[in-house]
Structures are given as C-alpha cells and as structure tokens.
Nanobody
Framework: QVQLVENGGGSVQAGGSLRLSCAPSGYISSIYRLGWFRQAPGKEREGVAGFDSNGNARYTDSVTGRFTISQDNTKNTMYLEMSSLKPDDTAMYYC??????????????????WGQGTQVTVSS
C-alpha cells in the first residue's frame, strides 16, 4: 500500500507559486530523512530537494533559490514551497522517505517509501 500521500499539485502560470505537502497514509517506522523528486515524460526521475545526513536541505541546481523543502513535526507533514515556477518544472512530483540518516539526499536509490505523485503543470 502507498504509505505517503502528496497533495497540492495543479496548474499554474509561469512565475506563479505552489505548495506541495506530503504525509503518511498509515504507520511508517524508522523514518529519518525526507525528500522530493520529480519525473517528466521521457525523462529520468530526478531529485529536487532533500535532507542530507546532517539534516541540512539540499537542492538540485535548477531549483536552487526558488524551491524550499521543510517539515512540520507537529503535523508530521513535509512541504515543498515552489516559487517563480517555469514550464520546465512541469512534472509528476513525488515525496519520499528513507529509513537511514545517511545516504544521498537526492538519489532515488536512497529512499524506501514513496507516494503516488501529484501533477504540477506550469504554463507559459
């Protein structure tokens, strides 16, 4: 079963903003680090943002300065704040969680749990 659920996707004009959220749909044990990924048609899944082994946020170059990853421990929810959106940001966005504190923050192979994705479409 899907153990992470993303929300907040939709269509937005270029230059607009969007906030994605991710929360467990059920019980998940031993979660130490979280991350966001995206995949556009015909392209590989890429890491967008995530927390490294020290708990610091890391971003792929294309979103640095525009996207912010955060988590609210009181709500057990992770967020991806996206601003200055571009058409190239159009993709299915996935949240993910890994069970170890170590591992690459932006490598899909480091993660153990995935959501089903939420579509983000940015029009020019």
């Amino acid at each position: 079963q899907v153990q992470l659920v993303e929300n907040g996707g939709g269509s937005v004009q270029a230059g607009g903003s969007l906030r994605l959220s991710c929360a467990p749909s059920g019980y998940i044990s031993s979660i130490y680090r979280l991350g966001w990924f995206r995949q556009a048609p015909g392209k590989e899944r890429e890491g967008v943002a995530g927390f490294d082994s020290n708990g610091n946020a890391r971003y792929t170059d294309s979103v640095t300065g525009r996207f912010t990853i955060s988590q609210d421990n009181t709500k057990n929810t992770m967020y991806l704040e996206m601003s200055s959106l571009k058409p190239d940001d159009t993709a299915m966005y996935y949240c993910a969680a890994r069970r170890k504190w170590y591992g690459s923050a932006t490598s899909p192979n480091s993660y153990d749990y995935w959501g089903q994705g939420t579509q983000v479409t940015v029009s020019s």
